[in-house]
């Protein structure tokens, strides 16, 4: 046995991944089914009410980046969702069918008082998640919260 | 059986309470992209009173739509000479505008019976937002 680990810490780190698949289409009542059954999904594995709210609303951003950016309004195309838990992370990745775009674009756009409707999407799921990754030329993002162990 | 923090309430409600000179939107839900927002939109930008109230104390949860719903709402008022008062920002709601620096540039009141903590307590996440 490893020295230093706890019991249940043992236990905890040998506890097989699960996960889910989420398949929506691109409108809104999809996306509210798909982001409730997500969050229904997550629930159980998060360790507060702080950090529900957190993949909550950072899981909002990016399913609605999916369907703003990827979709673009269009009903007939697929977005693509898999949460995996395990002993270590929440992990949510959203792969939507656009072009994606260039992340780095937006780095120094944090900062300032933004007054205008849109632009914080990035910057709250950067806050509020422990990692935030894009891969497939931006066109698809993985958001993941490292689990805290519960005594 | 799972854990359920949130209140369980998808939906946005607004109930008004009305004077000649104020209006007060008292917002209790989810401040989110698509039916809430819009519906927020709609109901405050339809009041005709100079002084607004929007007290988000049962506000579960805001998104980036929502915080810009906030910011659109004090770019209206602002232009009609009139007053918009964001009061009592639960946590998450308070947590989130300082995150996105909005704290400091909306209109914000607390009252004795807000939920514990002022925006000093979020000096970090604001700190940590800039970063970003």
């Known amino acids: 046995m490893e020295k230093g680990l ?29 982001r409730d059954g997500m969050m ?30 990827g979709c673009r309004g269009d009903p007939s195309k697929k977005v693509y969702g898999w949460v995996q838990i395990d002993a270590l992370a929440i992990s949510i990745t959203i792969r939507d069918p656009g072009p994606g775009f260039d992340p780095e674009s937006l780095n120094g756009a944090a900062g300032g008082v933004n007054l205008s409707q849109h632009g914080r999407g990035i910057c709250l799921m950067r806050s509020l998640m422990d990692n935030v990754s894009y891969r497939r030329g931006g ?3 993985l958001l993941t919260k490292w689990r805290t162990v519960r005594r | ?46 009041r005709a009173e100079p002084c607004l109230i929007l007290d988000l104390r049962h506000v579960d949860a805001i998104d980036g739509a929502g915080l810009g719903l906030l910011a659109e709402l004090h770019c209206w008022a602002v ?11 639960s946590r998450p709601v308070r947590r989130l505008l300082a995150l996105t620096n909005l704290l400091a540039a909306l209109q914000i009141s607390y009252s004795a019976t807000a939920d514990g903590g002022f925006e000093d307590d979020y000096a970090g996440d604001a700190r940590q937002a800039m970063t970003a």
């Not at chain 1, 507060?48 to 609303?57: A, P």
């Open chain 1, 139 to 141: 066109s698809e993002v």
């Open chain 2, 1 to 46: 059986m799972s854990k359920r923090y949130f209140s369980g309430l998808n939906m946005l409600r607004v109930d008004v309470q009305s004077s000649p000179a104020s209006a007060k939107l008292l917002c209790s839900g989810r401040i989110v992209l698509g039916v809430e927002s819009e519906t927020l939109r709609c109901i405050a930008t339809a």
């Open chain 2, 79 to 89: 232009q009609r000479n009139r007053l918009l008062t964001i009061a009592d920002p």
């Open chain 1, 40 to 69: 229904d999904f997550v629930r159980e594995y998060c360790s507060s009410e702080q950090e529900e709210i957190d993949i909550f609303v950072a899981l909002q951003e990016a399913l609605a980046n999916a369907l703003l950016h």
């Open chain 1, 6 to 34: 706890l019991p249940e810490d043992r236990q905890a780190i040998e506890q097989p991944a699960i996960s889910k698949e989420f398949v929506f289409t691109g409108d809104w009542a999809s996306m509210v089914a798909a």
